[in-house]
């Protein structure tokens, strides 16, 4: 009996296993958020803050770490950049899952696997609206839709009377 044993295995042996927590925690990193199942997630998650932890400590050794987990240069640079800036006031609780519902296939959770603070958002000024030259075209299509619907209606009337 295995009694105490940590951890999924998520239908792989240890190095595909390895290879794709590696590849899940690069694209959270990347995108900041990311759509998997609940196992996947739920294995994923700790790493992911483990390695936040590391990068906010900075030292030689826990930055080495994150290196060889990673194996990315530009991931590894966001991810610092990300520490000092987003994660710089919060200690831990860095991700979070939100559950979507049963994969339609095979019915397995769905979930968003997401940072916990928003990405900040530059801001977007819209400039303000032109009338378009093709507005009058639309208003004309309009006017003889309705000239085209009154005509049928006559057309309906006089039949009736008839």
């Not at 800036?85 to 994969?103: D, H, P």
């Amino acid at each position: 009996m295995k009694h105490g044993v940590y951890g999924r295995k998520l239908g792989r042996n240890k190095d595909e296993r390895k290879r794709l927590f590696r590849d899940i925690a690069r694209a959270l990193i990347s995108h900041g958020r990311l759509h998997t199942t609940f196992a996947k997630a739920k294995s994923v998650q700790a790493m992911v803050e483990k390695l936040i932890t590391k990068t906010k400590r900075a030292t030689n050794g826990s930055l080495l770490e994150v290196k060889k987990t990673l194996a990315d240069l530009a991931v590894e640079k966001k991810l610092i950049e990300m520490a000092k800036t987003r994660f710089a006031g919060r200690n831990s609780g860095y991700t979070r899952i939100v559950k979507l519902g049963a994969r339609r296939g095979d019915a397995s959770e769905m979930v968003y696997l997401e940072f916990v603070d928003a990405a900040p958002v530059a801001e977007v000024v819209k400039a303000p609206k032109k009338a378009s030259p093709n507005a009058s075209k639309v208003e004309e299509a309009e006017v003889v839709t309705e000239k085209s619907v009154k005509a049928k209606k006559m057309a309906k009337t006089a039949k009736s009377t008839k």
